[in-house]
């Protein structure tokens, strides 16, 4: 990719997003985005339990955000010990143990407000804000996110002949758009080992594999970045049927996006993940880059989140308390560990749970 295609590309997606982002929701008489209020309860038991059992489940995201607010996490336990915790990184978590001998079952209940948020890129450009507390966290390697060897390699290769942080996270946003691909046999949202995607030239999963591939990339290219674990709650408003739910069983609705910090305009949210699902699963399937709703949701989510979805938080490799389990690397399901160590959480027959997501009302 050359310099002039570089420049062309910013130049034409900096047009689509004047019209499609603020502009358009303007136009449509929906500025500023309203607010939407959503309950989220989550049940979770244990079918099999053995000796001293505990449970983690994540919470709703409490630090506001431009996207959510969150009004309450809640846990309701009968037989055990419940509460909600924050660990040394931030993370929201509810936290119960349950002695052997009963049931191990709880009740979390979330209620936020979130709005659909767009960053118009070529109007907002705050300065100087690099330096601001918190990003060097967002530059740092982790277990399955390094920014050492190939990673480095492939985001050099990328980037190369970019002139400004906005081309840079462009290129890589396009590199993943036009060479992963999303994989209905990946378990859940995957599990985002980038080395390894790159080593083998396997460029598939589901988002927790692809938006983390960005992330990697772009904090090898010295862009601060970040995955945020969260789930949908509601059909989506964009004409994606496949971005959203169908129902009010969010169970399996699980979703991770991410978002780079730019010099030019701070935070901006992306999900090149969600292209390539619009890719595979958008009736009738299997459409192309070409296709003019693949091309508008391409557009669309470099700059901007369609807020049917819930954030839980921002965390990798995460310490579970109290567990004799190694770190997960990250935390977007409810977890449980026995006397016989710890249950996989997408094993219906030993570990279930349920999530409902009711919108309370539709409020400014």
């Keep these: 990719m050359n310099r002039r295609t570089l420049l062309e590309r910013a130049s034409v997606f900096a047009g689509a997003l004047a019209i499609s982002g603020t502009e358009l929701a303007k136009a449509e008489g929906d500025w500023p985005p309203r607010w939407r209020t959503f309950r989220v309860t989550t049940e979770i038991e244990v079918l099999n339990p053995a000796g001293l059992t505990r ?39 509810v936290s119960a143990e349950f002695p052997a001998g009963v049931k191990p079952a709880l009740t979390v209940i979330s209620e936020v407000q979130t709005r659909d948020w767009t960053v118009n890129l070529p109007a907002d450009r705050p300065r100087g804000m690099r330096g601001g507390s918190g990003l060097s966290a967002y530059l740092k390697p982790t277990k399955m ?120 305009c701070g935070w901006i949210p992306v999900d090149p993940a969600d292209v390539r699902k619009v890719v595979l699963e958008e009736p009738p399937g299997h459409r192309s880059l070409e296709d003019g709703l693949v091309k508008q949701t391409r557009s669309r989510l470099f700059g901007s989140w369609e807020m049917n979805w819930m954030a839980y938080n921002y965390a990798q490799d995460v310490v579970l308390p109290n567990s004799s389990g190694p770190p997960l690397h990250f935390l977007m399901y409810p977890q449980a560990e026995t006397d016989e160590g710890r249950l996989d959480s997408l094993d219906a027959d030993h570990f279930q749970y349920r999530i409902r997501s009711v919108e309370v009302n539709s409020g400014a």
């Excluded at 955000?65 to 990184?89: M, S, W």
């Excluded at 190369?160 to 691909?181: C, F, H, L, P, Q």
């Design 55 to 93: 449970v983690w489940g994540p919470a709703a995201l409490v630090q506001n955000t431009p996207f959510q607010k969150t009004i309450y996490n809640r846990v309701h336990c009968e037989t055990g010990i419940a509460r909600l915790v924050r660990d040394e990184n931030k993370v929201d978590l």
């Design 145 to 264: 996110l390094p920014t050492d060897g190939i990673v480095k390699a492939r985001a050099s290769e990328i980037t190369k002949g970019t002139r400004s942080d906005i081309d840079k996270a462009r290129a890589i946003y396009d590199w993943i758009v036009e060479n992963t691909y999303r994989n209905p046999k990946t378990r859940g949202c995957g599990v985002g080992d980038i080395r390894f995607m790159l080593e083998s030239g396997d460029l598939g999963g589901k988002c927790a594999d692809l938006n983390a591939l960005f992330v990697g990339l772009a904090r090898a290219a010295g862009l601060p970045a970040r995955d945020v674990y969260g789930i949908r709650l509601a059909p989506s408003q964009m004409g994606c049927k496949s971005l959203g739910i169908s129902s009010d069983d969010a169970t399996k609705a699980q979703h991770c996006r991410s978002e780079v910090f730019l010099d030019e």
